[in-house]
């Protein structure tokens, strides 16, 4: 199943133009800089900006074509923006149930108990917005766009407004979120760090079109599109925890290019990880290194290399069919002659838990 | 000495018509100060300007032209006259035509300013939230327009009550029928009888300012309301 959006809209002298299809699950992040778009094509989705040239199909439900307009109320989705935008005169509870009452209690898949301990506000319900800090309000935002039972869930930046720990606070319940229900999400930010950490697939958007679509890792590795450049460049690897070594305290996480062992952590065997590898801890060997205090080491293949800057060189490995990057400098792949379908060691120094 | 049986009846007519009048404005002046308050026609302005006219107009300029309008010989009265019914001016339907005129720019511009300040945002957020668009106007734009309500119907309705010039020109001054507090007490003036004079000049004094303190001390507690 998936979510065919395609849309074009004049606002000025700004053309959205974008023709996508998308997962019908996981968190599809909308990534781009500002004034590309991501904002007004979620709200094109929602039906917030009125009629216009397109189609959108979610699954098999055709909310817009040539023909047929679904205005926004009819329209299946929880809508989250950047500011919680809750109503004043009602209380957290009557935020919550405003748009669960409106939903047929057939349809009803989520309850406003549900909604509430998943975000968990249960001590705010007799609030009101003006009462609550902005991470609280946000929290009531989102059960209240879960509580209208939605098929496809927007959200819009909806952590921009709100500082690091509260961001810290939020973004594991999201995560949560996703793996509690099968709902599908288009999550819009700026952010790379909050990407890297939610979404499983991305779309890259530049000037009101879509640069390119794919998995989030897929993109993260691909040197064309300047997600590989700069000091963050980094990969993002699905592992599962398949066990641990008390002996040394380590915990093995496998992912499909093999087995990575890192300090323990507690996670229990099978629960799924995502490991981030920053670029500049990735070092390549021609030779399996021994005598060396790394772990992980695993054989890969040169697949492309571009350089960064006048000193350095951005190479993609393929670790199975994993890919992952390593920046190295450029005297380094000119003296070990490092070049696409050479067979490498890469040594990796440091994995980090993003969740 | 105290006020008499017409004065009395002058107060309830007063009254009568102010209610009325509020309650058509508040009915008519919703709609428009709606559409006012969210178009973005480029000529809106031609329309705010007209309503606004009778802010600056000399009440008997309004009255004037709608004796001419309503009279036996207008356009109006003669149409009336036509179907079978009696012409307005000097009754007190007429009177309440005039009224709805002369208040209107006290019950739509607070109205607007009201529905311009919720803005967009609630509204489309109540739409992600399935509500239809009478629904999101009747659960959102109501109660959070509720301050202007408030201002809308006490300037509406304290306006009325002081209104002179309008009312003679169109109601005539018949005791019991289109006579008004404030053509009473002219009246009064006029005979020199200062005792009632002072009655219920002071009477509306003290009615009107109570309603206008009321009115802004409830305001000072909606304010923590606005989004």
Redo the contacts between chains.
């Keep these: 199943m998936t979510i065919d959006v395609r849309f074009r809209l004049r606002r000025g002298d700004f053309t959205l133009d974008i023709d996508l299809s998308l997962p019908e699950k996981g968190i599809t992040a909308l990534f781009g800089p500002s004034g590309c778009g991501k904002t007004t094509l979620l709200r094109a989705i929602?039906?917030?900006e009125g009629k216009c040239e397109g189609s959108l199909r979610i699954g098999n439900v055709p909310w817009q074509d040539e023909r047929h307009f679904l205005?926004?109320?009819?329209?299946a989705?929880?809508?989250v923006?950047q500011?919680a935008?809750l109503?004043?005169?009602l209380s957290v509870r009557g935020n919550i149930a405003?748009?669960l009452n409106?939903?047929a209690k057939s349809e009803r898949r989520i309850s406003l108990e549900r909604a509430v301990d998943l975000l968990d506000i249960g001590h705010l319900l007799e609030r009101r917005p003006?009462h609550l800090s902005g991470g609280e309000a946000q929290r009531v935002a989102i059960a209240?766009?879960l509580a209208?039972n939605p098929s496809l869930l927007?959200m819009d930046e909806p952590l921009a407004a709100l500082d690091a720990a509260r961001k810290r606070e939020i973004l594991p319940l999201l995560a949560a979120l996703q793996r509690e229900l099968s709902l599908p999400v288009l999550y819009v930010s700026h952010a790379r760090d909050e990407i890297a950490q939610l979404a499983d697939h991305l779309v890259l958007m530049e000037d009101g079109r879509v640069r390119a679509s794919g998995a989030l890792n897929s993109l993260f590795t691909r040197l064309d599109l300047g997600l590989s450049q700069g000091p963050e460049t980094e990969s993002v690897i699905e592992a599962t925890v398949t066990g641990h070594d008390p002996e040394y305290a380590l915990t093995y996480m496998d992912f499909p290019g093999g087995r990575f062992a890192v300090a323990h952590n507690g996670l229990p065997p099978g629960q799924k990880t995502r490991l981030q590898i920053l670029a500049r801890d990735v070092s390549l060997t021609l030779k399996r290194q021994h005598g060396t205090s790394i772990l992980n080491i695993f054989p890969a293949t040169v697949e492309e290399m571009r350089p960064d800057g006048p000193a350095q060189v951005t190479v993609r490995l393929l670790i199975g069919p994993v890919p992952v990057l390593a920046r190295i400098t450029r005297k380094s792949a000119v003296e070990l002659g490092i070049e696409p379908g050479m067979s490498v060691h890469a040594q990796i120094k440091s994995v980090a838990l993003l969740s | 000495m105290m006020p008499g049986s017409e004065d009395l009846a002058a107060l309830l007519i007063t009254l009568k018509l102010a209610a009325l009048s509020t309650a058509i404005l508040l009915l008519l002046g919703t709609p428009l100060a709606w559409w006012l308050g969210r178009s973005r026609w480029r000529y809106k302005f031609l329309l705010e300007a007209v309503i606004a006219l009778p802010l600056v107009l000399p009440p008997t300029v309004l009255g004037f032209y709608l004796l001419i309008l309503l009279g036996p010989n207008g356009p109006v009265g003669a149409l009336m006259q036509g179907l079978g019914a009696r012409p307005l001016a000097f009754t007190f339907p007429g009177l309440v035509i005039g009224s709805v005129f002369y208040s209107m720019p006290f019950v739509v511009q607070p109205l607007q300013t009201a529905f311009a300040a919720i803005g967009e945002?609630?509204l489309?957020?109540?739409?992600?939230?399935?509500?239809?668009?009478w629904?999101?106007f009747l659960?959102?734009a109501l109660?959070?327009a509720?301050p202007g309500f408030l201002t809308a119907a006490v300037l509406g309705f304290a306006h009325t009550l002081g209104e002179f010039g309008v009312v003679l020109m169109i109601g005539g001054n018949i005791p019991g029928v289109t006579q008004v507090l404030s053509i009473a007490i002219y009246d009064h003036v006029e005979a020199l009888e200062y005792a009632q004079a002072h009655w219920l000049s002071g009477g509306l004094l003290i009615f009107s300012f109570l309603l206008l303190l009321a009115v802004y001390a409830l305001n000072r507690r909606f304010t923590?309301?606005?989004?």
């Design positions: 929602a039906g917030l205005p926004p109320h009819k329209r989705v929880g809508y923006f500011e935008g109503f004043p005169h405003y748009g409106r939903v003006q209240r766009a209208a927007l | 945002k609630p489309e957020a109540a739409a992600t939230l399935r509500a239809a668009p629904d999101r659960t959102v109660p959070l509720r923590g309301l606005r989004p």
